[in-house]
């Protein structure tokens, strides 16, 4: 059984920065590729992040480009996202998800190719 847990939201001001943590427990953590998600009030949960196996492939939703930041350690079973000058609009809730597959340098947007999936985290940026 694999379990996903996430950590690290909170309540910021606009611009501030948080990281949030994974935690991967129950399996070979370096056979996923991992990916971040969030789901705002009233919305479909959208895509964020996605980073392949080896770290060599990370992809992101236009929205975040060049503010946030996918990254993982696969010695510590854990994937991180660093989010830097957040906009009130970055508020949701924010899942990890893990994806198993062969190639190591393949990631996704799909959310449906993710098998498992974290509790998630809320992330609140006051205006």
């Known amino acids: 059984q694999v379990q996903l847990v996430e950590s690290g939201g909170g309540l910021v001001q606009a611009g501030g920065s948080l990281r949030l943590s994974c935690a991967v427990s129950?399996?070979?953590?370096?056979?996923?590729?991992m990916g971040w998600f969030r789901q705002a009030p009233g919305k479909e949960r959208e895509f964020v992040a996605a980073i392949s196996r080896s770290s060599s492939s990370t992809v992101y939703v236009d929205s975040v480009k060049g503010r946030f930041t996918i990254s993982r350690d696969n010695a510590k079973n854990t994937v991180y996202l660093q989010m830097n000058s957040l906009k009130p609009e970055d508020t949701a809730v924010y899942y990890c998800a893990a994806d198993p597959v062969f190639s190591t340098s393949y990631s996704t947007t799909d959310r449906s190719e993710y098998d498992y999936w974290g509790q998630g985290t809320r992330v609140i940026v006051s205006s």
């Open positions: 129950g399996r070979a953590f370096s056979y996923y590729a």
